[in-house]
């Protein structure tokens, strides 16, 4: 099996693309087979840093509980060893369990318990 994900592309507005963070470039899937939406939870503890640029950079690339991993780790799962697919994501909505703050100037240094990441997938088999 081979699952080749490109990676996730930050689709939010300005307003919540902290000064600083490179948004990530990747190659996208134009003749998708399958699309779906899938909400990931990402703990705060994991990913803050006191910088909100870095803490954006954790949420798609932290090795644990990151995007990329937690989509690429559900790819893994649900494509059997004969499939060959080829994927990438996009980032469509970034919020925290606490609802309060969401989109607040400060909302990626306040304490949360998880953000909460809507990312939409494209898959196709190659």
């Known amino acids: 099996m081979a699952v080749v994900y490109n990676g996730c592309t930050f689709e939010l507005g300005n307003e919540q693309k902290p000064s600083g963070f490179t948004v990530p470039v990747v190659s996208k899937i134009t003749d998708a087979e399958y699309i779906g939406t899938v909400v990931l939870s990402i703990l705060r503890s994991t990913v803050s840093n006191a910088t909100q640029s870095t803490t954006m950079a954790n ?28 994927a990438h994501a996009e980032l469509i909505a970034l919020t925290t369990n606490i609802h309060g703050l969401s989109g607040s100037g400060v909302w990626l240094q306040t304490t949360a318990v998880s953000y909460l990441a809507t990312v939409k997938y494209y898959v196709k088999a190659v």
Do not use: C, E
């Open 59 to 86: 949420i798609f690339d932290d090795g644990t509980i990151g995007i990329d991993k937690q989509i690429n780790d559900n790819l893994d799962s649900d494509y059997i060893a004969s499939q060959t697919v080829t």
